[in-house]
């Protein structure tokens, strides 16, 4: 067998409301709807399909590594330092939770942000080759 996974077309995160979460992350992140139901959103950004499923009370994304550290479960890229700070400026203007603009002694910078329901996202300044190639930034 020569095939291979390609890519990942789809995330779930798990959501209380439907209605208020897709609306959420169309009004603060600037996703574009494709499809809901009383159960799930269908929405389209960062060249991904994320569905918001409604799901039981207090449930998230999040997970706790070994040092009981909370962590998140995506990382969207952005292109550079300037864009990080941008985004990370926009997204408090939007009042959207956010963390500080973090050195993680890696390459780029990073900084967390959180949805309505507590699921944890990360992102970071540096665009992945391939993506930069494939897209030609």
């Known amino acids: 067998m020569n095939q291979k996974l390609l890519r990942i077309g789809t995330t779930y995160i798990p959501v209380a409301d439907v209605e208020q979460a897709s609306d959420w992350y169309i009004n603060k992140l600037g996703a574009e709807l494709s499809y809901k139901d009383n159960d799930k959103a269908i929405l389209n950004f960062a060249n991904q399909s994320i569905f918001l499923v ?20 995506i990382t969207f890229e952005v292109n550079g330092l300037t864009a990080l700070e941008a985004i990370h400026k926009d997204f408090k203007k939007k009042e959207i939770h956010v963390g500080e603009i973090e050195n993680r002694g890696h390459a780029g910078r990073n900084f967390v942000f959180y949805d309505l329901d507590g699921n944890k996202f990360d992102v970071w300044s540096e665009l992945s080759p391939t993506f930069k190639e494939k897209y030609q930034i």
Do not use: A, C
């Open 54 to 73: 409604k799901s039981l009370k207090d449930q998230s994304s999040n997970f706790y590594d070994i040092y009981g550290h909370e962590r998140f479960s």
